[in-house]
């Protein structure tokens, strides 16, 4: 019998290089978005990982936006590289396993739809929906979007769907939206990834793995879903034409430590005399 899992990435920064909320700030001519994005976090106001979706709702330099706009957007971002090779890979990793690669983001869902085309089918696509004014075409409303806990609803309606187990889930993700997902994950012994060095999500993920290729995630999949050696996955990898060249297994302790001895309080101080 064939064993299914669930394969669910994030987009910007995960699958791309660059942030759909900058490359469309610079479609439209708008050179504030980091900013914006940093007040909103200071305030608590959204979810992270969805404040593009909420300045395209309700800030006035992105009022402007319209669909074409997320379409061109999308068109622009850089993918990383080797992203339609890591999905066509997946279709026939090994006899008796089947992955099901689908995409979760808060992104919208035109911007990914358009930077994945031809690699990732519409329908394994979720990201931030919105409905439009059919008159000005420009953002009524946000029909769902898929950042923080969101992310945890379409991925327990995906595995629902397909019918298998939690523990039969691999995520990969790279920022703090991705948290509480992998918090979830990893509570049903799913397998989760980080693609960054953020601290606040190594500490999380089961796997971190930094490389500019996509096919890098492949790596702990092989690893800890397949059981394969080394030597095995550099024979995957030289079949698709590519050479592992650096491969650094790194267990990193991030450690602060103070001398306690500058610390004593001055009322600690009689008592240690007494002695």
Known sequence: MTKQFLLASDFDQTLSFNDSGVVLSELIGFNGFHDKVKGL??????????????????????????????????KRIRLKHDVALFARALENLADGYKFHFNVISAAPQEIIQSALEGIVPPDH???????????????????????????????????????????????????????????????YDGLTIAVSEAKFITRVAKRTVLSDNAMSVLVPVLEKVLRWDSARIRRLFASYGLTLLEWDKMRTDRLTIQDSTEHVSVAAAPQLNAH
């Open 41 to 74: 976090a200071e305030m608590n106001l959204v979810q992270q990982g969805a404040e593009l979706s909420y300045l395209i709702l309700h800030d006035p330099d992105f009022r402007r936006v319209r669909r074409e706009h997320l379409v061109d957007t999308g």
């Open 125 to 187: 696509i979720f990201g931030t929906r919105f409905r439009y004014n059919e008159a000005t075409g420009e953002v009524d409303s946000i029909i769902r979007a898929a950042a923080g806990w969101g992310k945890i609803t379409v991925l327990e309606e995906l595995r629902a769907s397909l019918g298998i187990s939690h523990d039969q889930i691999i995520y990969m993700g790279d920022g703090s939206s991705d948290l509480p997902v992998m918090m979830h994950v990893n509570q």
